[in-house]
């Protein structure tokens, strides 16, 4: 998902990974899905097929740890701002664990796009000392409107495919 905010000589881009499920009914899908799970292995438990338990078991072990993996990729986001004299990228799962700091004038966007209209394109801010690649886990149809946003705040674009019009 991208969010555009245009302050008064600022320009800044939050970008997040669309999520169809929110945290809570992650929880609720994890409670149901593993609830079933134990009651069914605890009624063959109780006639005898207690083989079943360990099983079952192992089970919402798997489902908790990639559950656990999703909410945690889920919170990932990069939040970029651009102002006259710099654009500042911030990385981070809930809070800015990378902070990278670019000269605007010096600075470009590095856009690499597929033959194939259906691959994704890999978008990188590029200066003389610093390659840091931009919206890693949007879609292709978020990272035309980070493009979009990045034209309109003035970036230059560098395209490997530049006879063509986008």
Known sequence: MVRCHVNSGST???LTPN???????TLCFFGIVSGITLLIALVWGLMGAWMVMPFAGLEVLVLILVLRKVLKESRQMQ??????ESIKVEEGKSHPEHSWQFDRVNSYIDLHESNVPADAIQMSLV????????????NHQ???SVREELQKAGIVICSNRWWVSS
């Open 79 to 84: 939040v970029i701002t651009i102002d006259r």
């Open 142 to 144: 978020d990272l035309q």
């Open 127 to 138: 200066d003389s000392q610093k390659n840091i690649e931009l919206g890693v886990f949007l």
């Open 12 to 14: 800044v881009l939050l």
């Open 19 to 25: 999520t169809s499920a929110t945290r809570t009914q």
